[in-house]
């Protein structure tokens, strides 16, 4: 099953922060995320593997709670840099899984 | 290091006709993987290549198939196209198979069923 995203779009100002979540109805693995540009390829952010790990790559940091099967990413200070659609995949137990996608959250920062 | 590449970029085809795309992977990584991205629906797994063998498969009709060679490069072919068809596709390179490891995305090809 693929993984809710939420909210499904967002538009910030420059400097505000956002929230982005990520849940699956299964036990997971590892979540990551990605971003993609309009017209450019998915970029990748972070992986969190099982153990509720909080990663952090510069101001975006995302945690993984693997009770309630849901990761959050956050973006803080926001820049125009991170407009952009971000997507969460989602790893299960098995050791052959594939990753299952997110739709995607836009994200629009205005100046 | 080079990243991984994908032709054509775009392509227009006509329904009932075939389609073969290619990727190359980053130098070094053996697992290659396929998706489908259409407006709203994220990006749906078609299957992962690794070694030149076919690990894993998404619900795709069988009319969708790939293949890897030797040297990594995989090519994903689709016959009968449909009108649904339409939709970027993109493929993905990591150095593991499976989904614990980074993947880098080609820029992708846009298919266009007329």
């Known amino acids: 099953q693929q993984p809710v995203q939420s909210p499904q779009a967002v538009i910030l100002r420059e400097g505000e922060d956002a929230v982005i979540n990520c849940s699956s109805s299964?036990?997971?693995?590892?979540v990551h995320w990605y971003r993609q540009k309009h017209g450019e390829a998915p970029v990748f952010l972070m992986i969190?593997?099982?153990g509720g790990e909080q990663k952090g790559h510069e101001k975006i940091s995302a945690s993984f709670n693997e009770k309630k099967q849901q990761s959050s990413l956050y973006l803080t200070a926001s820049q125009l840099s991170y407009s952009g659609t971000y997507f969460c995949?989602?790893?299960?137990?098995?050791?052959?899984?594939?990753?299952?996608w997110g739709a995607g959250t836009k994200l629009i920062i205005k100046p | 290091k080079a990243g991984v590449t994908q032709t054509p970029r775009y392509l227009i085809k006509t329904r009932g006709q075939q389609v073969t795309l290619s990727c190359s992977p980053i130098?070094?990584?053996?697992?290659v993987s396929w998706y489908q991205q259409t407006p709203g629906q994220g990006l749906q797994f078609l299957f992962e290549?690794?070694?030149?063998?076919?690990?894993n498969k998404g619900n795709f009709p069988g009319r969708f198939s790939g293949r890897q060679f030797s040297n990594s490069r995989s090519e994903m072919n689709v016959s009968t196209l449909e009108l649904g068809d339409s939709a970027l596709y993109l493929c993905?390179?990591?150095?593991?198979?499976?989904?614990?490891?980074?993947?880098?995305f080609g820029q992708g090809t846009r298919l266009t069923v007329v």
């Open positions: 993905a390179s990591s150095q593991q198979s499976g989904g614990n490891t980074e993947a880098f």
């Open positions: 130098s070094g990584h053996r697992s």
């Open positions: 290549y690794f070694s030149e063998t076919q690990r």
């Open positions: 299964k036990a997971l693995y590892s």
């Open positions: 969190l593997l099982k």
């Open positions: 995949g989602t790893g299960g137990m098995d050791s052959n899984y594939q990753l299952i």
